[in-house]
């Protein structure tokens, strides 16, 4: 049973970073992919960003080009370089493990784990 523990949010003004830090129990991204989720208030926790354990990155639409995933070589660790925020970026963050759920015409990124960390609160705010 892998533990997470998130940490690096804050208040942090529009146009500003952050830098938001995971730390696994085991070293479990040098095997499955990894992934950094946000949940903002009434809205369901969604998947943001993803790294392959071969270093193939992933984002959704509005973060391309603001954040940056990473792992660390202990693959123990995964990072999420926050630039540029925004509002609409105000969350809490939480990490997990990723494996594929796959259809016949689609496969679709899946936590690994069902518990999760207490995740970190990141605000964005003038």
């Known amino acids: 049973h892998v533990q997470f523990v998130e940490s690096g949010g804050g208040l942090a003004q529009p146009g500003g970073s952050l830098r938001l830090s995971c730390a696994a129990s085991?070293?479990?991204?040098?095997?499955?992919?990894a992934g950094w989720f946000r949940q903002a208030p009434g809205n369901e926790r969604e998947l943001v960003a993803s790294i392959s354990g071969g270093g193939l990155t992933h984002y959704t639409d509005s973060l391309k080009g603001r954040f940056t995933i990473s792992t660390n070589n202990a693959k123990n660790m995964v990072y999420l370089q926050m630039n540029s925020l925004k509002p609409e970026d105000t969350a809490v963050y939480y990490c997990?493990?990723?494996?594929?759920?796959?259809?016949?015409?689609?496969?679709?990124?899946?936590?690994?784990?069902?518990?999760w960390g207490q995740g970190t609160q990141v605000t964005v705010s003038s």
């Open positions: 085991d070293n479990i991204f040098g095997v499955y992919a």
């Open positions: 997990n493990g990723l494996k594929p759920e796959c259809s016949e015409t689609v496969c679709t990124d899946r936590p690994l784990y069902e518990t």
